[in-house]
């Protein structure tokens, strides 16, 4: 098997060293790439020896080989933790807040304690009661969840994540809650709350009302008393007003969500993981992975080579269903819900790379048929896997009464995640997200500056004969492409970059994928800074008709520390926890 660290990129071994790689005491690397991936190649594999039904040896060689060529990698925790003391493999959580002192508390002291092994929370806020109502115990007057939000962002400042990873967590509040005022502007100052995404649980309701300018009725979560009302239309001005300045809230689409939820028998899915691309129950957890499709791609026949990508896919729903057996859960309510389900989450990353590679523009109909044709494979070959699975080692433990039929080993097995940090080790574009620049500096972790060159975009400029030194030397200075001397029109047309995509082409290409996905898809509409509130609304509400399970814009220059913006001529990369 051929060596890992030819492969990876001077930018990978940077992020490996300051965030993956074992250190001893002083703080000195003691692990090379190899040795991490044996390590979680073991660790995971170890998992056969309690079923019997596998050849264990063997599967630690598929899984390392996966690995090794960077054609799958598992999320950071799995890679941080697998075969060490702490053993937390799972990338994110759902934690449950009730409508109590006790209940507030304990959501916190469960959220530090997620936080510390690793992984993000997702919470709703919506069984809060709102701000001014009456506490019967001491006939005061509550709060409301905007002040407990705001414990819960100080709380999770002080605890890092395993010493690693920045805490990140999803803030949700239905968009009947009496205080979504106050929760829809509560990061107009950008700097409250840096700890949280946002996002306003839409329903059916609601947007019916936007459609018929209708109002919405406000309801007190103590006992479901109308507590006013507003207009919706006014309502959705206020969200996509605030989401337009400065990034948040974004929306989940929770009736679309509940209706895709496999298992209603276990309860109702009110909350996601910190990017959205997983809706979970209370106390659940799901552990993802990603496969980079610039390794799927075949040069001989100019497309994907379906046999590769079938044979991954096999291997890494295996990988991720032992996962969820040699995790070692931060509570023991997790555990129960985790086993219970077993919920995976492949997705994939490198997509606008692949489209490079097809010589597709990212947004035309060919990209998004490529799109549909991917995702139906990859969710019938995911979904034939854990059948296997669970034919040999049962059916996840509450799929009676769930809207699966046995043999099914995990009740999903589908999600896009964003791979900030994996798809830097696979030297590969971030899950289905356009190219932001092909010239790019990221600043990473602790700030550090690394020059990032698009692999696919270098090949091309070789292939047309082009001067790579002047190309770049133009690019660093801010030129963009179109104005670049001597690029032909043809590779002008396809490679595209973020900016340069029509923000509905972006949904419908979300949508495509959510077709094909039965968790959620992670994926943020770039908007140009000249865009409006009611540029927001449309891609809104176009993301509702079109099925997605919720959706995030990011207008240019709208948010401080974005994960890419344009900075004097280059692109800066703040690498935060929340990807």
């Known amino acids: 098997m051929p060596s890992l660290s030819p492969s990876l990129s001077q930018n990978a071994m940077v992020v490996l060293k300051r965030r993956y790689l074992r250190k001893d005491g002083d703080g000195a690397v003691i692990e090379t790439p190899e040795m991490l ?31 090794k060529e960077l054609r799958f990698l598992p999320n950071s925790p799995t890679l941080m933790n697998a075969g060490t003391a702490l053993q937390q493999l799972a990338a994110c959580f759902v934690v449950p807040v009730e409508d109590s002192i006790e209940g507030i508390f304990d ?16 919470f709703s806020f919506s069984r ?80 019916a009302a936007v459609e018929s300018d209708d109002t919405v009725v406000l309801r007190n979560p103590r006992g479901g008393a109308k ?109 129960e819900v985790v086993k219970g389900n077993r919920k995976v989450g492949l997705g ?16 035309s109909r060919e990209s998004l048929d490529t799109a549909s044709r991917l995702m139906s494979f990859m969710m019938d070959r995911a979904k034939e896997e854990s059948a296997s699975i669970g034919s040999s080692r049962g059916s996840f433990p509450n799929i009676d009464g769930s809207n699966l039929t046995v043999p099914m080993r995990n009740a999903t097995v589908l999600s896009i995640a964003p791979t900030g940090t994996i798809s830097m080790i696979a030297g590969c574009s971030s899950g289905i997200e356009p190219n932001f620049a092909f010239y790019m500096a990221r600043h990473v972790l602790d700030g550090e500056e690394l020059v990032d060159i698009n692999h696919v975009f270098l090949d091309r400029i070789k292939a047309e004969g082009l001067d790579i030194d002047l190309v770049l030397k133009e690019m660093s200075k801010g030129t963009s492409l179109s104005e670049v001397p001597g690029i032909p029109d043809a590779m002008l047309e396809v490679f595209v970059t973020a900016h340069d995509i029509d923000p509905l ?3 419908e290409m979300q949508a495509r994928f959510q077709e094909h996905v039965d968790n959620g898809v992670s994926k943020t509409i770039n908007l140009p800074r000249s865009s409006t509130p009611d540029d927001v609304a449309d891609v809104f509400t176009d993301a509702y008709r079109r099925g997605c399970k919720g959706i995030t814009v990011y207008r240019e220059g709208s948010k401080p520390g974005q994960v890419l913006t344009a900075v004097d001529g280059k692109v800066g990369c703040f690498m935060c926890g929340k990807i």
């Open 37 to 67: 991936l044996e390590r979680v190649s073991e660790n995971v594999a170890s998992v056969d020896h309690l079923y019997d039904d596998r050849d264990a040896e063997l599967e630690i060689k598929e899984f390392l080989e996966v690995m």
């Open 128 to 207: 809060l009661r709102p701000s001014g109502d009456v506490v019967a115990s001491t006939s005061g007057q509550a709060s409301g969840p905007l002040s407990f939000m705001k414990v819960f962002d100080v709380a999770t400042e002080a605890v890092r994540q395993g010493g690693r990873r920045r805490g990140a967590s999803m803030g949700v509040l239905r968009v009947d809650h009496p205080d979504i005022l106050q929760f829809i502007h509560s990061k107009d100052d950008k700097q409250t709350m840096s700890n949280f995404n946002i996002s306003v649980g839409i329903t059916d309701e609601f947007m």
């Open 348 to 363: 994939v990353m490198g997509f606008a790379d692949l489209l490079l590679l097809n010589n597709e523009r990212y947004g």
């Open 227 to 335: 507590a006013g009302e507003m207009r919706a239309r006014r309502l959705l001005e206020e969200i996509c007003d605030s989401a337009w300045r400065t990034g948040d809230p974004g929306v989940l689409f929770l009736d679309t969500i509940e209706r895709a939820n496999p298992t209603p028998n276990m309860g109702t899915i009110e909350s996601t993981n910190p990017c959205g691309e997983v809706p979970l129950l209370p106390f659940e957890a799901c552990n993802l992975g990603s496969i980079n499709l610039v390794k799927m791609y075949d040069d001989v026949s100019g497309g994907i080579d379906w046999e590769l990508l079938g044979d991954t896919i096999s291997t890494a729903i295996r990988f991720l269903d032992n996962v969820i057996d040699a995790s070692k859960y931060p509570l023991p309510q997790i555990d």
């Open 505 to 507: 082409l972006q949904v």
């Open 107 to 122: 959501a916190l002291k469960w959220a530090a304690i997620i936080h510390q092994s690793g992984g993000g929370t997702g």
